[in-house]
């Protein structure tokens, strides 16, 4: 069956433009969850959604960042006036409930790159 | 505050070698386990988890960990390694909440020479 996508992969923008990043997750997982991965470094998370609402936006950074997921499926995450400093992997997992007892299944990533 | 620190940031091991890569947790509550692996050009994908119970876990292709509560530590083994194991691998560490939030290790690149 389909696994979790992203799109893009590639993302090159230039520094204080706008991007999104598309996940798909699993059909039928109600929670998604989005992480960033730096170079060198582990996943850190981002946003935890429960059907259409965020229910953990703790790691969100700033303020420039912002995720939706209107339908409970489909998931944007939307980044304001970029900084070289976002320039990492945007990793989106998704799972068949939230808790940590639900394996999470991640996609391939959009690697980010602010120039 | 929430951590999850891997000793070990690259390691290089002959096939059939014996593979530990250390993971200490820092967390409050009670805590959830997991090491991740991303083989090369692949999605991060479970190697196995602790929740609760027997504190030796095994996982997919041979893995296992063993959870020390008293050091805090989970840490992951395999008795021989193949080449197909050159990966990077991730501990990760959740709490038993509604919120699947995990907080990953750096990160242990393994490379197995054939």
């Known amino acids: 069956g389909a696994g979790v996508s992203q799109t893009p992969s590639n993302k090159v923008t230039e520094k204080g433009k706008y991007v999104e990043l598309r996940c798909d997750p699993i059909?039928?997982?109600?929670?998604l969850y989005w992480y960033r991965q730096s170079l060198g470094q582990g996943p850190e998370f981002l946003i935890y959604?429960?059907?259409?609402?965020?229910?953990?936006d703790s790691g969100l950074p700033n303020d420039r960042f912002f995720a939706v997921r209107p339908e409970g499926s489909v998931s944007t995450l939307k980044i304001q006036r970029t900084e070289r400093g976002d320039s990492a992997v945007y990793l989106c997992a998704s799972s068949l409930g939230g808790g940590a007892t639900n394996e999470q299944f991640f996609g391939p990533g959009t690697r980010l790159t602010v120039l | 505050a929430q951590s999850v620190s891997q000793h070990n940031h690259h390691v290089i091991l002959s096939e059939a070698a014996s593979l530990e890569l250390g993971c200490n947790y820092s967390y409050g509550g009670t805590v959830n386990l997991f090491w991740y692996v991303q083989y090369p050009g692949q999605h991060l994908q479970l190697l196995l988890k602790y929740f609760s119970g027997d504190p030796l876990v095994k996982g997919i292709k041979g893995f296992e960990a063993e959870f020390i509560k008293s050091k805090f530590s989970f840490n992951l083994r395999k008795p021989s390694v193949q080449w197909s194991d050159t990966a990077e691998y991730f501990c990760?560490?959740?709490?038993?909440?509604?919120?699947?939030?995990?907080?990953f290790g750096q990160g242990t690149t393994l490379q197995v020479k054939p």
């Open positions: 990760a560490a959740g709490g038993s909440g509604n919120t699947g939030k995990l907080i």
């Open positions: 059909s039928g997982h109600t929670a």
């Open positions: 959604f429960q059907g259409t609402g965020a229910a953990d």
